[in-house]
């Protein structure tokens, strides 16, 4: 189900981004480039990340018992580099690379996309999403409590 949402999470990122830039401003409107770019895979992470742990759980019969304690606790920890990069896992860092380079991708793909432009930033704002996501991602499903 994870993996199955991420897929069509994925779809709908190349649908909007390569929607020609005149009709997407219409329904969207002007002003959610890199917010929209950042949301948006940030939420595509999360769904790779939580097909991931769930898929692992499922594997392992464990069942899980999510707790708000667990996620408070989690944010108020002060986060330093040292920390983030600790959290990248081999699984972790091959999403950060998959969806890194699907939306460069689709970047260069809006090349040739009427009324759409190719920008680094918007890249970076894909990347700095999915870095987001992976780390939301640890948080919500990785400290958890086993019943």
Known sequence: MWYAASFVWGLLILILSITPGDVLVKYVGNNADKAGH?????????????????YQKQN?????????KDIHRAIK???SLKFLISQLTRTNLFI???CGVYGIVIEFIQLFIPGRTSSALDA???TAGVLL???LGKFLYGRNKTI
């Open 96 to 98: 950060l690379i998959l």
């Open 60 to 68: 392992s019969g464990e069942k899980q018992v999510y707790s708000l």
């Open 38 to 54: 950042f949301v948006m895979y940030t939420i595509f992470a999360l769904l790779l990340v939580g097909g991931r742990v769930f």
């Open 77 to 79: 920890e002060k986060i």
């Open 133 to 135: 996501g992976i780390f």
């Open 124 to 126: 970076l704002s894909n």
